[in-house]
């Protein structure tokens, strides 16, 4: 499901009011008894707790909600990474911040399904800040915001920025420590120097002749330069879904890219580089003229079919991008 913004959020609140209307006054005890069912302290909502505790602008406390569809049946991965970067953002400020100043919350659309039908949200997930209109922490515009889901604001760290500089506090994401990931990397470095440390005393490296230290230095070439890297640092989903809820496996900008690309861009540039090989140093060895002839026919097609789709791909991710040979 896509990130929604077709609506404001004043619009957004304004057509709730009109149209659900709010029943009795807010309360902030009922929004921290449903956040302590919680683990991770996010208040989960219904219709009801939604336009009484969260809307009114007459309330003495802040209100993060994310409206959202985390049932496997919707598949809806940004979703699910959204609710993992908000409850590290919930943890922390439930652990080092005041608890009567911001509640973070979610709401299904399983718990708000005649809500949501109301309002036409179709593209979700959506976070919403509802300010104080009250109390010591009131902004001068209580009006509820719509936070903009870019790269950025999907870290905790991200997230925890722009919330703070929105309500005036100081928010400390609570990131586990990644134990397994820390204890993987000791293992790999000691078996990388085991490993190292065998080839140096088991293998004359020299007869291991050229050829196989050009493909290896062609491999980590082509590693480096499909996107492995950025990979390794944002930790990306593998692939996408579209519009249609077809797989994607191409995010149609530069600034953003799935796992799938590199290895699809990865293997495209090692097909090209291939056919070059092929038709440098081997093609012109061939006796026969006919096969020669075919050869050389065969790699310089697939070079340019290959190299056709590598612009197409570049035309996708850069839409200026002004090259293109056989492909859209």
């Not at 970067?85 to 299904?108: C, E, P, Y």
């Not at 990306?236 to 995010?251: D, H, S, T």
């Not at 790699?299 to 791909?313: D, E, K």
Request: a positive charge.
């Amino acid at each position: 499901m896509r990130l929604l913004g077709a609506l404001g959020a004043l619009s957004f609140a304004g057509q709730l009011l009109l149209s659900c209307g709010v029943a009795g006054a807010q309360s902030l005890s009922e929004l921290q008894a449903l956040a302590k069912k919680d683990g991770d302290s996010l208040a989960r909502l219904d219709i009801e707790a939604f336009m009484k505790n969260v809307v009114p602008e007459s309330k003495n406390y802040a209100v993060v909600v994310q409206l959202t569809a985390l049932s496997p049946k919707y598949k809806c991965k940004p979703c699910v990474e959204l609710d993992k970067t908000l409850r590290t953002v919930a943890r922390g400020w439930n652990r080092h911040g005041d608890k009567d100043q911001i509640v973070f919350a979610s709401m299904d659309v399983e718990d708000g399904e005649e809500l949501f039908h109301k309002m036409k949200i179709e593209q979700i997930p959506r976070l919403m800040v509802f300010p104080a209109g009250a109390g010591p922490h009131a902004l001068a515009n209580a009006s509820p915001r719509e936070m903009s889901l870019k790269e950025e604001t999907m870290t905790p760290e991200g997230m925890s920025a722009k919330l703070g500089s929105l309500l005036g506090v100081a928010i400390k994401p609570d990131i586990p420590v990644n134990y397994g990931k820390y204890l993987r990397m000791t293992l790999a470095v000691q078996a990388a120097g085991a490993g190292a440390y065998l080839a140096y005393k088991l293998v004359n490296l020299r007869m291991l002749g050229r050829n196989l230290w050009a493909i290896a230095t062609i491999m980590f070439v082509l590693l480096m330069t499909s996107g492995f890297m950025w990979n390794k640092i944002n930790d990306p989903p593998y692939m996408g879904q579209a519009k249609g809820g077809e797989v994607a496996l191409f995010v149609p900008t530069n600034n953003q890219q799935f796992a799938v690309e590199t290895q699809i861009v990865a293997v495209t540039y090692a097909v090209c580089a291939l056919c070059i090989v092929i038709l440098v140093r081997h093609a012109p060895k061939i006796q026969s003229a006919d096969q020669r002839t075919f050869i050389t026919l065969l790699f310089v097609a697939v070079l340019m079919l290959m190299f056709s789709y590598l612009n197409s791909v570049f035309r996708l991710k850069m839409p200026g991008y002004p090259f293109k040979l056989l492909l859209e």
